[in-house]
């Protein structure tokens, strides 16, 4: 067995074990995620129980369910509509994140969220890293907020 297949199958067992929150189970990733994931422990609200936009119902959350890893699949990812209400997109994609990163922290839970190369303008033919700086309508939208 291949030494990367040893690590997924160890990987796999621990995250059995463990008590996860995963945000976004509606949406395209997050329903594979869930579907693809039976035998985990996951409580996956839907949007109507939890609004990430809302830190109060962000922390009630993490007080019913005490999650030991918080998924993050929920975004505000139509590039048009992400144009034409700036703000909005600004606070899911950035502010909410924040405000769950620093729930976890509180609730001593680690965070897994995921991000788009949207936030880059895309010229780049390797990988973007943490320190890429964005550019585009995210850099524009950060600039006029």
Not at 46 to 64: F, H, K, S, W
Not at 71 to 93: D, K, T
Not at 95 to 108: F, N
């Amino acid at each position: 067995m291949a030494r990367g297949r040893e690590d997924c199958d160890r990987l796999s067992a621990i995250m059995r074990r463990m008590r996860m929150l995963l945000i976004g189970s509606t949406g395209q990733l997050g329903s594979d995620l869930l579907r693809n994931n039976p035998g985990h422990d996951i409580a996956a609200p839907e949007r109507g129980d939890l609004d990430i936009t809302r830190p109060d119902q962000v922390r009630a959350a993490m007080e019913r369910h005490r999650p030991e890893l918080v998924v993050n699949c929920a975004a505000f990812h139509n590039v048009p509509q992400c144009e034409a209400h700036p703000e909005q997109a600004f606070r899911v994609n950035c502010t909410a994140v924040r405000d769950l990163a620093i729930a976890c922290r509180d609730a001593g839970a680690r965070l897994f969220t995921f991000s788009t190369d949207y936030v880059f303008g895309g010229e780049s033919r390797t990988p973007y890293g943490e320190d890429d700086l964005p550019r585009g309508w995210i850099a524009a939208m950060k600039n006029t907020l």
